[in-house]
């Protein structure tokens, strides 16, 4: 397929030679009929990029998904070892208070 330039610069290519007041009617036919299938190769060129453009944005869209899946794990796990270590200063808190306690006594 072209790319959208060079479809551009043909379809520019045959708006000058349209401009010519000498061209015959059969020529004149002609060049509208290109332009006409120029303008169909431009429509199409346009969507293949914007179909690329989409896969493109839907395969990072998926990468974002699955980075933010791995740093949602990661966060739990972190949250459940901050409440792991909650629970062994609790603990060893107790005990050094019971500990005190005994000394004291």
């Known amino acids: ?5 060079q479809v551009n610069a043909a379809m520019a290519a045959v708006d ?8 015959s009617q059969d020529m ?6 290109l332009s006409n299938v120029l303008q169909r190769i431009q429509n199409a060129t346009i969507a293949g990029m914007q179909q ?7 395969a ?5 998904q699955a980075l933010n899946k791995k740093i949602a794990d990661l966060s739990a796990e972190l949250d459940r070892t901050a409440a792991t270590f909650q629970s062994l200063s609790r603990t060893l808190g107790t005990v050094v208070s019971a500990v005190t306690a005994l000394i004291l006594i």
């Open 28 to 33: 004149e036919d002609a060049l509208n009929d």
């Open 60 to 64: 990072n869209n998926a990468d974002l």
């Open 16 to 23: 000058t030679a349209l401009q010519d007041i000498n061209i």
């Open 52 to 58: 690329s453009l989409v896969n493109a944005l839907a």
């Open 1 to 5: 397929m072209p790319t959208l330039e």
